[in-house]
């Protein structure tokens, strides 16, 4: 089911931190993912190709880097809603 698939993308911290990349970004290499959390290349890799088996992101290959973006745009608009109801929660 599509909002479970949902759901899973956005479960682990991890996948929501490099959803939130992409949003920023057109594109971004596992490489810069990667180092932009702090994790190895293999644990961001593994992190999108769930994503990407998810239907959530896609990829082009340039060799030696894959390059990631989001297959479905209202990703951004998704993640907006998000943040602020996170913000409000907080208060």
């Known amino acids: 089911m599509p909002d479970e698939k949902l759901a ?13 990349i992409l949003c920023q970004k057109d594109k971004a290499s596992v490489h810069e993912i990667a180092k932009k959390l ?18 959530l992101v896609n990829f ?11 297959k479905i745009e209202e990703v ?3 993640f907006e809603v998000y943040d602020k109801i996170v ?3 907080a208060k």
């Not at 993308?9 to 959803?19: C, K, S, T």
């Not at 702090?38 to 239907?55: N, R, V």
């Open 87 to 89: 913000e409000k929660i």
């Open 38 to 55: 702090g994790i190895t290349e293999s644990s961001a890799s593994k992190h999108l190709k769930l994503l990407y088996d998810l239907g």
């Open 76 to 78: 951004k608009e998704l």
């Open 60 to 70: 082009e290959d340039k060799p030696p880097e894959k390059y990631y973006y989001l």
């Open 8 to 20: 899973r993308a956005i479960r682990a911290r991890v996948r929501r931190e490099i959803l939130k």
